[in-house]
């Protein structure tokens, strides 16, 4: 919200420099952004008058005029303006003026003619960016007056940044309220009195869409004068809001949104056929809005339609076809409350953004239109002339907001704020603000105004309640509480153990969004359902919620990558979530990646790629510290590459995957080595088994060693899982120690060489027993895997 800050003193003037407003709107949450002067820096410019032109002997482009500024004699000035004529009053920088840039005039000869001061477009004031010619003044403009006076341009343009929820300041009459609350002044709001209806043309009004627009203002106003001019007091507050004049109808209309908040829009009557209809657009409708643009509407945009088709996007922008021009001499003038459920997002959808559509979105006062129609008619009366017919208005009390009670209790403020605020100022600054209050023994009951969209529950009055005192006064106070324990149990290990063990090995941990692009979705994707949507998404390319942890690691891969990091190491904890809309499931999972080179570049070994066994040992590591019965079996994924992806099981239930990303996925991601990844179950990875005591055994333990012919598609994890079902008392544990393939073994078979260690707790064992295990643990392998004894 940018304004002038005379505009706003003419509302409320405190006894304030400009330093010490800005400082309080800013302490107040109303942060300040800039503070600018509405002119250039410059002096020694008049008013003056152009007496005579004539050609310049010798140059086709510059004129020699004669101008009165009020001196004893006329001034000799060469111009090349192309809108110089005789009668012109315009700004002129005489001799010893010092412009924007200190630009020094001078005395000068252009083409051999002397030159005594120089005529100014509003460029060369630093009024505005760009002119296409001398700034033209009005006809009752004083001559020899300085510009800097006449135009009152002693002044800054303040702007501010306001948060979503008050939208309540989007107007000048908003911050004045602020203003006089923080400053106890009192506001001189507008007095505006209900026009009297001096001609009997009405023009019908029907709303269909109650919900979106529960309320409808209109009113014709006809035989303006379509050659009047925007009175220059306007002109230059709109121009220090940031606004430029488009003719005298567009400009109060303008103007009324920036003094009071409420946007609104002009029709030309002439154009306007039947009646208007506020409704939602059907299919296949089109609009070309007041830019020229084409938009084909979508079926939840509210319109405003007359029988002919739609003339105006409700709430963003209006149309070009029903729009005012310079030869308009009939209006029907506008004034609406709009839904924000029903504006939000719309503007955004079309590749727009309007000053009407950026408050709409964050609400209007219900209750404002009818000051704003009245408002505006005055200022159109004054200005274009006409005659007004009767106010038209549709409303739904039911679909209208309804005002908050709140009741606000004295106690709950010293608890809340630390503070005992007294009694008269609590009912003064929310007096100010607009409330209502009336006492109550143990505080108020406040009826909060419609203006207020922010203000819910008792918490918010207390917010505004510190807001005004200062957040910065507020007493320092050391927080007390209890201290809430922690269930620390040993079937379950900490989520920072597993996060150390990755990091001990050479992992960064990644934090990645999400929602992720889609076609990196369905390329990591383990099964083909559709990702969950978003209504609202950042970017086309973060649009759907992730269904696994791996397309953020791939995508900060290839970030990283692109940025010659040749060695990358990557793991990440977060949710993924699957299902739909209507059922969506949040599952914490635990990532990793792995590519590049095996260790950093050094001299004491010979350098090597990162392969399958480097990802796997690193998901063992993981997978060690809560332990459990721990397998990788040969599977397929289909973003995985077909020989290596193993999906990984603990206590026989599958809980993740590991493998190398597909080739062809590799391939067009541009990257020059393999990357494998890994992704299992939070929770599965931290169920911990709880250890439990054995004593030592006194008695010998024995060490069997058995070579198994077995073919070369058994892998030891076949192995281990079938020598872990059995259940003796002897055999305490068993380990792979060599595998060997070649002479002496059958083409397509390889050796395998176990070692059994055998003890028992109470007594020694017997060779019989010993012998009987061996054959059992013998039997159950060649049953599982085929395996025979090695001779």
């Known amino acids: ?74 001034l000799d000035i060469v111009c090349g303006a192309s809108n110089v004529r005789k009668g012109l009053k315009i700004p002129v920088a005489v001799i010893g003026a010092v412009l924007p840039g200190n630009f020094k005039i001078k005395q000068a000869k252009l083409r051999g003619v002397p030159s005594f001061g120089m005529l100014c477009s509003s460029k060369e004031l630093g009024l505005t960016e760009s ?14 007056t300085d510009i800097r006076d006449y135009l009152d341009l002693d002044d800054v343009a303040i702007d501010i940044d306001l948060t ?91 103007y009324v949104m920036l003094e009071l908040g409420q946007p609104m829009h002009a029709f030309d009557l002439d154009k306007l056929q039947g009646q208007l209809t506020v409704r939602h657009a059907t299919s296949g409708e089109k609009l070309t809005l007041l830019d020229a643009q084409e938009v ?38 506008e004034a609406a409350f709009f839904a924000p459920e029903a504006i939000a997002g719309k503007a955004r959808s079309y590749g727009l953004h309007t000053d009407s559509s950026h408050r709409f979105e964050r609400g209007v006062d219900p209750a404002l239109a009818k000051l704003a129609i009245e408002r505006a008619t005055v200022l159109l009366l004054d200005i274009v002339g006409g005659e007004a017919g009767a106010v038209i208005e549709k409303s739904s009390e039911t679909a209208l907001p309804k005002q908050a009670s709140i009741h606000l ?56 309640l510190g807001r005004l005192y200062g957040y ?29 063990v990755l990091i001990d090995r050479g992992y960064y941990e990644a934090v990645t969004y999400s929602f992720v692009e889609p076609k990196m979705q369905q390329l990591l994707a383990e099964n083909e359902l559709d990702p969950i949507k978003l209504a609202n998404p950042i970017s086309a390319d973060l649009s759907v919620m992730r269904t696994s942890l791996w397309p953020g690691l791939v995508q900060a891969l290839v970030y990283n990558a692109n940025r010659q990091h040749e060695r990358v190491r990557l793991f990440e904890v977060g949710r993924v979530f699957k299902g739909n809309l209507e059922n969506i499931e949040q599952h914490r999972q635990i990532g990793g990646l792995i590519y590049g080179d095996r260790y950093p570049e050094q001299w004491s070994q010979k350098q090597r790629e990162v392969d399958f066994f480097d990802a796997k040992a690193d998901v063992e590591a993981l997978l060690s510290i809560a332990g459990g019965d721990i397998r990788f079996e040969a599977d397929t994924h289909p973003a995985l590459h077909p020989g290596q992806t193993a999906r990984v099981y603990k206590n026989g239930d599958a809980i993740g995957w590991l493998g190398a990303i597909h080739p062809k996925l590799n391939k067009s991601l541009d990257l020059n080595a393999k990357v494998y990844v890994f992704e299992l179950g939070l929770s599965a990875v931290l169920a911990a088994q709880v250890p439990e005591f054995e004593a030592l055994s006194k008695f010998p333990a024995i060490r069997r060693d058995l070579a198994l012919l077995v073919d070369n598609s058994v892998t030891a994890g076949q192995i281990e899982h079938c020598l872990s079902k059995n259940d003796s008392d002897i055999l305490k544990s068993f380990q792979l120690f060599d595998v060997y393939s070649g002479d002496g073994v059958e083409h397509g078979k390889k050796s395998l060489a176990v070692a059994f260690h055998l003890q028992h707790a109470e007594r020694t064992l017997t060779d019989e ?20 004894i090695r001779s």
């Open 1 to 74: 919200m940018k304004f002038s800050e005379k505009w706003l003193r003419e509302w409320v003037n405190p006894s304030l420099s400009t330093d010490e407003l800005v400082e309080k709107l800013t302490n107040a949450g109303l942060e300040v952004d800039a503070v600018e002067p509405v002119a250039g820096e410059f002096s020694g410019v008049l008013i003056g008058q152009v007496k005579t032109v004539e050609p310049h002997p010798d140059a086709d482009k510059l004129r020699l005029t004669k101008v009165d500024v009020g001196a004893e004699e006329l």
């Open 131 to 144: 002119a296409d010619g001398l700034m033209e003044l009005a006809d009752a403009a004083p001559v020899g």
């Open 164 to 254: 979503p929820n008050r939208s309540d300041c989007l107007g000048v009459a908003g911050v004045a309220r602020e203003v006089g609350v923080l400053t106890s002044t009192d506001v001189c709001a507008v007095n505006t009195s209900d026009v009297t209806a001096t001609t009997d043309n009405v023009f019908p009004v029907e709303v269909e869409a109650h919900d979106a627009c529960p309320r409808y203002l209109g009113r014709v106003i006809e035989n303006i004068n379509p050659q009047a001019e925007t009175p220059l007091w306007m002109h230059e507050k709109l121009r220090r809001s940031g606004l430029r004049s488009l003719g005298p109808v567009v400009d109060v209309t303008n």
């Open 296 to 333: 084909e509407l979508q079926s939840d945009t509210l319109l405003i339609a007359d029988n002919n088709g739609p003339l105006a996007m409700a709430g963003v922008m209006g149309g070009l076809d029903s729009s005012v021009t310079t030869s308009t001499t009939s209006l029907f003038l």
């Open 409 to 464: 209790r004295e106690s709950r403020i010293e608890r809340v704020l630390g503070i005992k605020l007294d009694e008269a100022q609590v009912h003064e600054q929310l007096s100010r603000l607009g409330l209502k209050l009336n006492r109550v023994s143990d505080g108020w009951d406040v009826t909060v105004p419609s203006f207020r969209f922010d203000l819910a529950i008792e918490v918010d009055l207390i917010e505004e």
């Open 472 to 500: 910065d006064k507020l007493p320092k106070t050391r927080p007390q509480g209890t201290v809430l324990t922690t269930n620390i149990t040993e079937k379950a290990t900490q989520l920072e153990r597993l996060q150390n």
């Open 769 to 788: 027993e010993v012998d009987a295990l061996i054959k059992t643990v013998t039997e159950t392998l060649e049953q599982s895997v085929g395996a025979a």
